[in-house]
């Protein structure tokens, strides 16, 4: 009789543990997609014309993020790694603002910055885009 109830109790505590073990996987899984993250890619500048910054967006909203420019120029020719701070959330689809040094600006829009490696840009206004 008080075999049974052992192996009851040791019954129990094996499913409680499972079903910890279950619980705790599920919030692990679900934590690591909310936490923002810094992204990062390369520009390269094919424009003619030195640029002095790059501004990045979420594509759902418009209001341009302070200067993220990894120095005050951007030469042309030149290539620089340019990082989205982690403050902009989860969201991977932003808006790309750059601007050169007579004022003129062209915006790439909808840009899934998660997939990202490098945009070259060019004074036409087009842009090249590889992905991972």
């Given amino acids: 009789m008080f075999e049974g ?3 009851k109790l040791h019954y129990i505590m094996k ?19 909310t936490h923002a993250q810094e992204l990062f890619f390369y520009i390269t500048n094919k424009t003619g014309f030195t640029c002095n910054t ?18 005050d120029f951007f030469q042309k020719d030149a290539k620089v790694k340019v990082t989205i701070p982690e ?31 490098n945009i070259t840009i060019f004074a036409d206004g087009s842009a090249t885009v590889e992905n991972e």
Avoid at 89 to 106: E, H, L, N, P, W
């Fill in 5 to 7: 109830r052992v192996l």
């Fill in 15 to 33: 499913k409680i543990t499972v079903t910890l073990l279950v619980f705790c996987g599920m919030f692990v899984l679900s934590t690591v997609n």
């Fill in 54 to 71: 790059i501004q990045v967006t979420p594509s759902e909203t418009t209001d341009w993020g302070s200067d993220i420019l990894p120095g």
């Fill in 87 to 117: 403050g902009y959330g989860t969201t991977c689809m932003f808006d790309i603002k750059i601007t050169d040094m007579q004022g003129g600006s062209v915006v790439y829009y909808d840009i899934d910055a998660c997939k990202l490696l």
